[in-house]
T-cell receptor, first 111, second 113 residues
Framework: DAGVIQSPRHEVTEMGQEVTLRCKPI?????LFWYRQTMMRGLELLIY????????DSGMPEDRFSAKMPNASFSTLKIQPSEPRDSAVYFC?????????FGSGTQLSVL | KQEVTQIPAALSVPEGENLVLNCSFT??????LQWFRQDPGKGLTSLLL?????REQTSGRLNASLDKSSGRSTLYIAASQPGDSATYLC????????????FGEGTQLTVNP
């Protein structure tokens, strides 16, 4: 298996633009997580899905953020409109037997 | 609210040295604890997972211990190598919320040849 696949690897956008991050979890994993990592706040859980259903979205910073998982092999995290303070590395992870497997992340820069 | 602290924040050692990384957590009601490794520009790789009922787990040169009652875990790395250089993070999983992990800030390890 290729592991958790995220795209794009890097995204540079201007304030106010819509940003969509994509994730393909490992096949057979039934939980999917979106994390954000910054120097100031470390790793923060934004939202997680179990069997494609959002279970806990309390980490989503505000209404500008939304996440979907239309099927077991695909998830998106959307930021609309984006702001400079959203600049961070966004990780997707999927889990099996309580172990998390992370993607390589999307480095987002909002100018 | 669960808080996870890792000490030291950074560590530099010569190759071959045995070393210990520390992790402490404020709420002992955990389901499990995981140690991860993160290389620069990469995602996290799970190294060891310890269930709350276990005392330790071993994988190769790595040994992780857990003292749930005192809220502490250690990651022991034997005979360190330059390839071990990375940031090591511990994360605790709360009992009542499935797979919601709380991460520490990490220890940045440098092993010098």
């Amino acid at each position: 298996d290729a592991g958790v696949i995220q795209s794009p690897r890097h995204e540079v956008t201007e304030m106010g633009q819509e940003v969509t991050l994509r994730c393909k979890p490992i096949s057979g994993h039934n939980s999917l997580f979106w994390y954000r990592q910054t120097m100031m706040r470390g790793l923060e859980l934004l939202i997680y899905f179990n069997n494609n259903v959002p279970i806990d979205d309390s980490g989503m910073p505000e209404d500008r953020f939304s996440a979907k998982m239309p099927n077991a092999s695909f998830s998106t995290l959307k930021i609309q409109p984006s702001e400079p303070r959203d600049s961070a590395v966004y990780f997707c992870a999927s889990s099996y037997a309580e172990k998390l497997f992370f993607g390589s992340g999307t480095q987002l820069s909002v100018l | 609210k669960q808080e996870v602290t890792q000490i030291p924040a950074a560590l530099s050692v010569p190759e071959g040295e045995n070393l210990v990384l520390n992790c402490s957590f404020t709420d002992s009601a955990i389901y499990n604890l995981q140690w991860f490794r993160q290389d620069p520009g990469k995602g996290l790789t799970s190294l060891l997972l310890i269930q709350s009922s276990q005392r330790e787990q071993t994988s190769g040169r790595l040994n992780a211990s857990l003292d749930k009652s005192s809220g502490r875990s250690t990651l022991y790395i034997a005979a360190s190598q330059p390839g071990d250089s990375a940031t090591y993070l511990c994360a605790v999983n709360r009992e009542t919320s499935g797979s919601r992990l709380t991460f520490g800030e990490g220890t940045q390890l440098t092993v010098n040849p």
